[in-house]
């Protein structure tokens, strides 16, 4: 029989269809399994399917009917027994459905947390000096004292994690004691979660959370759908159908027991995968896929009620594989800390061996007084040594004790700090209303809290197109048939609705809102007169509504009110919109399309199409379906006519189906084919839609091209044996079905192209052209057409007509090096210059931001070198076909050096590992900040390869949110994130750091000062308590604020001059010139703070704890008051900060001084309240500050005047502004006054 001709089902065996069949689900990825039965299914008289031997095919392709006790289930495998849970959990070790999300029990509280948190070096730092505190010949503190620090930071951290943890363990108990309806005793009864059992039948009704991953055995439908919420799944919110097998449906298990095995896969973690097959013992075995079966915490929606067997339960389930949490990311400036800390560690054990190996030398020095000496116990009452070890003895316990009484070099308290910092940070970030997106109701979430700095460190922006740049709401726009343009002309046609006879009328639905026809194209479609054209029209706009995966769902309000949503049953009058419900925007955009001219989906269930084409309501079966992958690129249904015709229809991407377009090949005839009239139409048609193809993507829209061919019997029989056979293996499924797919998918028909137009978000041209003068560098990677990707590029202006485009499109490793070298050398680009790993060179240019960030250009100088002459008019477009070999070891390094050359970037055609690849390439080679955002789940591993991950709460469900550090609404707030949050947060915290290094460093210094005239001992002048509560009381509270506060420039100065963020990325806020700057600076104000009270107070009867008491005043107000000359907007709540600390510590000298009870603890009795009485102590205190802040005074201001910044610049343009606003106010105000008087003296004549 020759292709297209008429083919009887009733001489076929029984077909399988895409939902029964276990196909591919859209776009998963697949696992290997072992392979099932090879048996036939065959279709009964009640149009149920079952598996069966069938004599009916000719020659040889008999299937051998393979006994079901022959099959044998290997440790790969899992075999539930269909209500029999005892049988099922005897034979093989499954979980309970018993869920526990907290990490603690009240054993394991305290063991699991302390060596959770002491993973952090720091805290092990701590917990050695708290050691060796606790020794009597080095106890410098009070052991009281040396333990506070670090238990108040570990109770407090304790208390966190425990409350948390408290938390988890109250929702795991709701959630386990909540209640399903289970099968016993032949009745469905309420079982709370946690005893539920695999195998057991479970029923849940309309709105109820599914409790453990269950198989679907019949739902309310008569065609066996139901509607899935997966919000808690995988966080998309779109509706997702999931279809219950005929076979069981057809047993009515909501009313009885059923028999039965089901064989699967073992538990795994894909949420879009299973492949498993049923045997029911009345007949072969049933195939089962991903489209048969609910996940464990997804909600049923519009479907009454669902039955189902439990196969995975508990911490099988896949929604609990799934719920580790995203792996923790580390910021820059934590990294460069760390760095420092190190410095600051070696710089510890210098002057802490200096005390040694002084107490070394004064006691060898002076041994033979030693004894005599009142302050130093050589001997005991009886001549005994007393605790002597020798000059060696006697320095290493002074370096020991050195290293205790200096332990805050190390700033434990920066720790806690930072994250309260970062805290506040996401707070304002979190309730900016200006990133806020009404439409979506979508608010900015901060899922990252320890990388909030990273943001105003961007150096490299990679973004996704559709749904990123683009709305991914998506209209159909242009239409290629038979070789002729309908994309002209079009006019809007009203809506459509059906009618309880299913015809249409124009009123009352939202189905077809704002879609434009061709009016040529209605009037060939309403011609009763034949012709090619029209069957080419009619079979174009049958593909398109048959050939997808939406659903078809009535809309009517209830009793009650409320919208309600069913599946659309032809069978049954209802009145009420019909809506599309699918996972993609395209295809509904399509089967939108196809229903304004008259192709309107009414009905798909599991074994047909109904299809009301111009009035006429037609059923297709469907005989199978193989889904859309990434691999394939296209997808394609088989379905018998209502003519007994069989038709394979596809659609796909062009690269994908133009290559299985019969008889010719890039527009002209293959070698060897009959020339012929119509092998010649068919040339004509593939090189019209070839054009066609090319402007539709030149003008940005997203291109599928569209095909059809008639089947024979042969070719239906040979396609559905290995299609069956293929459907029910457990193993290389996938493939098997590839393999099939290619039997049919042969010398297709090629009927048109469409274009679907996806517009550009509000905005994003102007973000683009302000990140890029911020320096930012955006590279757009898609999964488009070069053409589309280039077109979008125009409109976004990321391209601009004066770039000259370096465009990459080869298939082979060679052609792809000979493009990049020839690149290379066509445009004199060389390997760059090795980075300087310090320089103590200026850093603050706009120029060098302007130059957008070439990695060729001198970091601190900003100067361009010659070989990047033609730098600032590239554009790189490149092809996943060439990114296959561009990435690979003995290439990436000429494509980086190519690409990051350029000024622009564009990688089409690319797979989503792909694009994780050019962001860990770029991450890697560049060291620079690097920060992806998309809103799909094919963005998900460019996301979380990236430095900063964002994720667009959009059209494609939110996978990438998710998968994400920080999630937005739209592409448009990256503005206001990354140009003011991002720059605030980076200067804020990279201030602190930089002040919280100075405070410790300043105070430990004056400590170590004080050594020299201490015979080099651990002896300090500050008490105990005073050294603790330094860092965690007197001094935390105005750092915290003013990191939570402080603005160096307004949002509005950030805004006119976007390259003020290039401060960001060339470290001006935090760097090794600037920490070693500052600890010079350090080193002075230490000398002045130790030497100024001393020589004061020298010549007086003060003691020790009075200068101690001097010296507490006088850092705690020098480092407050270094802290305040540097804020750069004040607030009341910072001016409340630095002076109540201040006041707070002069308080607690008063309390402690006062309290006689603990003599031990506190033995400064009275000491504040007789120094305060005096001149000298006041005149000491100012006189020491002024000295210590005079040079870093003078520095700053030299500096404004000679070397300002680009940011102090900006803020002192933002003060003149701020000042002429006032002055030009108060000019007003007085003119309006004077003109008030002058009106009231002269008041108008009364209108009569």
């Not at 994720?951 to 990438?960: D, F, K, L, P, T």
């Not at 600890?1079 to 100024?1092: A, G, H, N």
């Not at 506190?1162 to 210590?1188: K, Q």
Request: net charge neutral.
């Amino acid at each position: 029989m020759e292709a297209g001709s008429s083919v009887n089902m009733e001489d076929l065996p029984g077909v399988v269809n895409p939902r029964t069949a276990g196909g591919a689900p859209l776009g998963g990825s697949y696992s290997k399994l072992e392979e099932g039965s090879n048996e036939v299914p065959r279709r009964t008289a009640s149009g149920s399917q079952r598996l069966s031997g069938s004599s009916r095919l000719s020659g040889s392709r008999r299937l051998s009917g393979t006994r079901r006790s022959s099959q044998r289930h290997d440790e790969s495998q899992r075999v539930v027994y269909i209500n029999n849970p005892d049988r099922t959990n005897k034979s093989f070790n499954m979980a309970g459905n018993v869920v526990r999300t907290s990490k603690y029990t009240l054993l394991s509280f305290l063991p699991k947390n302390l060596f959770e948190q002491f993973h952090r070096f720091a805290y092990i730092y701590f917990l050695f000096i708290v050691i060796l505190n606790q020794i009597p010949q080095l106890a410098v503190f009070g052991r009281t004292a040396s333990l506070f620090p670090l238990v108040l930071v570990l109770v407090v951290t304790a208390v966190k994690d425990g409350y948390e943890d408290f938390g988890r363990r109250r929702s795991d108990k709701r959630e386990n004691n909540r209640t399903s309806l289970v099968l016993h005793e032949g009745k469905y009864q309420d079982k709370k979660w946690k005893k539920i059992r695999v195998g057991e039948m479970v029923k849940i009704l309309a709105n109820e959370t599914v409790p453990c991953d269950v198989v679907l055995l019949a739902t309310s439908d008569p065609s066996g759908v139901c509607y899935v919420e997966t919000l808690n799944l995988d966080g998309e919110s779109n509706l997702k159908s999931r279809y219950a097998r005929s076979e069981s449906t057809s047993e009515h298990p909501e009313e009885r027991p059923l028999k039965g095995t089901i064989v699967c896969e073992l538990p795994n973690r894909n949420i879009y995968e299973f492949q498993a097959y049923m045997d029911l013992g009345t007949g072969p075995i049933i195939p089962l896929a991903a489209n048969n079966i609910i996940l464990r915490g997804c909600e049923l929606k519009n479907t009454s009620w669902v039955v189902g067997v439990v196969v995975y339960a508990g911490r099988e389930t896949k929604a609990m594989l799934n719920s580790a949490g995203a792996q923790s990311k580390r910021s820059r400036l934590e990294q460069f800390m760390n760095r420092e800390t190190g410095w600051l560690a070696i710089f510890l054990i210098i002057i802490c061996f200096i005390g040694g190996l002084g107490m070394g030398l004064w006691v060898n020095s002076n041994r033979d007084i030693l004894a005599s000496l009142p302050y130093y116990k050589k001997e005991d009452l009886a001549g005994q040594s007393y605790r002597f070890y020798g000059s060696w003895g006697e320095g290493a316990i002074g370096f020991l004790s050195c290293i205790i009484r200096f332990q805050i070099m190390i700033p434990l308290s920066l720790y806690i700090s930072m994250e309260l910092v970062r805290l506040g940070q996401s707070y304002f970030m979190t309730n900016d209303a200006e990133m806020y997106h009404k439409e979506s109701n979508s608010k900015f979430q901060c899922r990252a809290l320890n990388i909030n700095e990273d943001l105003g460190q961007v150096k490299y922006l990679f973004s996704d197109k559709t749904g990123t740049l683009t709305e991914n709401k998506m209209d159909f726009d242009s239409a290629s048939i038979g070789g002729v343009d309908y994309s002209k002309r079009k006019v809007s046609v009203d809506p459509a609705a059906v009618t309880p006879d299913n015809s249409i009328r124009s009123e009352d639905t939202d189905v077809l809102e704002d879609v434009k026809v061709n009016p040529e194209l209605v009037h060939l479609l309403a011609s009763s007169t034949p012709s090619a054209a029209r069957d080419l029209v009619f079979e174009y706009f049958l593909v398109l509504a048959a050939c997808n995966t939406v659903v078809p769902t009535r809309v009517k309000k209830s009793a009650s009110g409320q919208l309600e949503m069913e599946a659309v049953n032809s069978n049954e009058e209802s009145a009420g919109h019909i809506e599309y419900q699918g996972e993609s925007p395209d295809e509904q955009a399509l089967v939108a399309a196809a229903a304004a001219y008259g192709f309107t989906l009414l009905e798909r269930t599991s074994a047909s199409i109904v299809i009301n084409v111009c009035g006429d309501r037609q059923r297709y079966e469907v005989l199978g379906i193989h889904e859309f992958d990434s691999v394939r690129k296209r997808m394609s249904v088989i379905v018998e006519c209502p003519d007994k015709s069989i038709k394979i229809l596809v659609k796909g991407a062009d690269s994908s189906v133009l290559n299985i377009v019969a008889d010719t090949e890039d527009g002209n005839l293959r070698r060897g084919s009959e020339v012929t009239g119509e092998t010649q139409r068919s040339a004509e048609i593939l090189s019209a839609t070839l054009e066609h193809l090319d402007r539709y993507a030149r003008e940005g829209l997203r291109t599928l091209v569209v095909a059809s061919k008639g089947l024979s019997q042969k070719e239906v029989e040979d396609w559905h044996f290995h299609y069956v056979k293929a459907s029910s293996a457990l193993n290389d499924r996938i493939g098997m079905l590839r393999n099939a797919a290619e039997l049919v998918e042969n010398n297709l028909k090629l009927l048109g192209a469409t274009g679907i137009e996806d517009k550009l978000q509000v905005g994003v041209p102007e973000i683009i052209q302000s990140l890029r003068e911020a320096g930012i560098r955006v590279w757009v990677l898609t999964g488009d057409k070069q053409e589309t990707a280039i077109s979008i590029g125009f409109s976004c202006l990321l391209l601009t007509r004066d770039m000259q485009q370096i465009i990459i499109n080869e298939n082979t490793f060679e052609g792809c090096r000979s493009k990049i070298v020839e690149a290379k050398s066509r445009y004199g680009i060389k390997s760059p210059p090795k980075k300087k790993w310090f320089s103590w060179k200026g850093q603050n240019s706009i120029d060098a931001a302007e130059r957008d960030g070439n990695p060729y250009s001198n970091r601190s100088t900003g100067e361009l070198s010659d070989d990047t002459r033609f730098s600032q008019s590239l554009a790189l477009i490149i092809d996943g076909n060439s990114l296959v070999h561009a990435l690979q070891p003995a290439l990436e390094k000429d494509f980086y050096e190519l690409a990051t050359t350029c000024k622009v970037v564009v990688c089409c055609r690319v797979a989503p590992l792909q694009k994780a690849g050019v962001v860990s390439l770029v991450k890697r080679r560049s060291g620079e900040m690097t920060l992806a955002v998309g809103d799909g789940a094919n963005d998900v591993s460019m996301i979380q390869m990236a430095d900063v991950g964002v994720g667009i709460s959009g059209q494609e469900g939110r996978q990438a949110v998710m998968a994400s550090d920080y999630a937005i609404g739209q592409f448009r707030f990256l503005k206001k994130l990354l140009l003011v949050h991002g720059h605030w947060n980076y200067e804020r915290l990279g201030y602190m750091v930089l002040y919280n290094f100075y405070r410790n460093a300043v105070f430990v210094m004056m400590l170590f000062w004080f050594i020299f005239y201490a015979a080099f001992s651990a002896q300090s002048a500050l008490t105990d308590w005073n050294l603790v509560f330094f860092s965690l009381l007197y001094t935390s509270v105005p750092t915290i604020v003013v990191g939570i506060l402080d603005k160096d420039v307004s949002q509005k100065t950030l805004y006119e001059y976007p390259p003020l963020y290039g401060s960001g990325q060339r470290d001006e806020a935090y760097n090794q010139r600037l920490f070693w700057v500052t600890m010079l600076d350090t080193l002075w104000q230490s000398l002045v703070l130790f030497y100024v009270p001393y020589f004061i107070y020298k010549v007086t009867d003060v003691d020790l704890y009075g200068l101690g008491l001097v010296w507490t005043m006088a850092v705690v107000i020098l480092v407050n008051l270094h802290l305040a000359m540097d804020i750069q907007q004040w607030t009341w709540i910072e001016h409340v900060a630095i002076w109540a600390s201040t006041l707070v510590t002069y308080l607690c000298q008063l309390v402690m001084d006062a309290m006689s009870s603990a003599p031990d603890l506190l033995p400064n009795h009275w000491v504040v309240f007789h120094m305060s009485a005096t001149w000298r102590f006041w005149f000491t205190l100012l006189l020491t500050v002024i000295i210590a802040l005079l040079p870093k005074f003078c520095v700053k201001l030299l500096k404004t005047w000679f070397w300002p910044s680009d940011l102090y610049i900006a803020r002192e343009a933002e003060i003149l502004d701020r000042h002429n606003q006032e002055v030009r106010n108060l000019e007003l105000r007085e003119v309006l006054d004077q003109t008030g008087s002058n009106s009231m003296s002269n008041p108008p004549p009364t209108a009569i």
